[in-house]
C-alpha cells in the first residue's frame, strides 16, 4: 500500500519545525545564476564537452 505524498509531505514539516531547520533560500539565487553562466560560457567555449566542464567547475 503507497503512502500518500501529503502525509509525508506533513511529516517532513513536522521534523522540520522540532528540529528548527531552515531552507538555504538566502543565496540559492546567485548560486543558480553562476552555475547557469558557468555552463553557458563552457558550451560557448568548448560546445556540449564545455557544457560539462562548466557544470562541473562549481562542484
Do not use: W
Not at 509531505?9 to 533560500?25: I, N
Amino acid at each position: 500500500m503507497p503512502i500518500p505524498i501529503d502525509d509525508v509531505m506533513q511529516l517532513l514539516c513536522h521534523v522540520s519545525e522540532a528540529r528548527g531547520m531552515k531552507a538555504a533560500v538566502k543565496h540559492s539565487g546567485r548560486g543558480a545564476l553562476l552555475a547557469g553562466a558557468t555552463a553557458f560560457l563552457g558550451g560557448l567555449m568548448g560546445g556540449p564537452p564545455g557544457i560539462a566542464v562548466g557544470k562541473c567547475a562549481l562542484m
